[in-house]
């Protein structure tokens, strides 16, 4: 019997020790949302009322560590509005300057909610904004970029995120 339990516990020991080992640890990341830019996707249609427009789709990524993005449709007042800001820019003979619009570049990012215990989120977000050339003088800039940023459940403002330029004179799949 002396021999079996000296055995027994090394064994033991030895199958603790490699089941722990197998078990890898949840990645974690900081709860203050990361958003990168991917694509823009550029084409030409029109609007309700038949007017020629660009329709801009701004593709970004973000991760969230506490999975908190998103509004629902009960969050109204501000600050929970508007969760999603971009500035437009023009960029003429290389300057960058920014954009006097008549309407601001504010959007609500639909409630996401992660499933299970772990809340980490990772996500690709798809904007659609349109760009008219009656409001913008017949696109007489090279091209626009914009500047955006997105704020989560509790207020934590994610990095500010740049898209790269584009020429509104052509449509296509745009990313850097």
């Known amino acids: 019997m002396k021999v079996i339990f000296k055995y027994k516990t090394p064994f033991i020991f030895a ?3 490699f089941a ?3 078990c890898p640890r949840p990645v974690e990341y900081p709860v203050i949302p990361e958003i990168s830019f991917k694509e823009f996707i550029l084409q030409d249609t029109s609007d309700a009322l038949g ?5 801009l789709q701004l593709v970004f990524h973000v991760v969230d560590g506490d999975g908190n993005i998103g509004l629902t449709e009960a969050d109204t007042a501000p600050p929970f509005d508007y969760n999603f800001y971009a500035t437009l820019y023009e960029k003429k003979n290389g300057n960058i300057s920014e954009i006097a619009t008549e ?3 504010y959007y609500r990012i639909p409630d996401i909610e992660p499933l299970g215990q772990n809340k980490l989120l990772t996500a690709d977000i798809y904007v659609d904004m349109d760009f008219s050339a009656d409001r913008y003088g017949d696109f007489k800039f090279d091209s626009i970029l914009y500047d955006f940023y997105i704020y989560d459940k509790t207020l934590n403002q994610s990095n500010i995120e740049r898209s790269p330029a584009i020429k509104l004179d052509t449509v296509g799949v745009f990313s850097n």
């Open 15 to 17: 199958v603790l020790l």
């Open 51 to 55: 007017n020629s427009v660009k329709k």
């Open 20 to 22: 722990l080992s197998a």
């Open 103 to 105: 309407a601001p570049y």
